[in-house]
């Protein structure tokens, strides 16, 4: 399955973005979907996940701002931003773990200004 992130852009501090995440194939048979996100200078740091079962989890960073959720119909994640501070500014990344590996998507890039 390839990724095809995309939403990014300029924000400035307590806008909101919503990113998308469109998959190649179905997502129904596919468990887990997320997203990442690295910044300038720092490691990649997951965002939040979401199974089939529409349970979803979220970095402690982002609880209660960030929202994930899917949409199977049109194979596709979302993450919906609210209240962003300049610190959510890096290049988010989608992901889906198969199993021995993970799929990536291509990032988009979040910036939020002061």
């Known amino acids: 399955v390839q990724l095809q992130a995309s939403g990014g852009g300029l924000v400035q501090a307590g806008g909101s973005l919503r990113l998308s995440c469109a998959a190649s194939?179905?997502?129904?048979?596919?468990?887990?979907m997320g997203w990442y996100r690295q910044a300038p200078g720092k490691q990649r740091e997951w965002v939040a996940s979401i199974n089939s079962g529409g349970s979803a989890n979220s970095a402690g960073s982002v609880k209660g701002r960030f929202t994930i959720s899917r949409d199977n119909a049109k194979d596709t994640v979302y993450l919906q931003m609210n209240s962003l501070k300049p610190e959510d500014t890096a290049v988010y990344y989608c992901?889906?773990?198969?199993?021995?590996?993970?799929?990536w998507g291509q990032g988009t890039q979040v910036t939020v200004s002061s």
């Open positions: 992901y889906v773990p198969l199993g021995s590996y993970t799929t």
């Open positions: 194939r179905s997502v129904r048979s596919i468990n887990v």
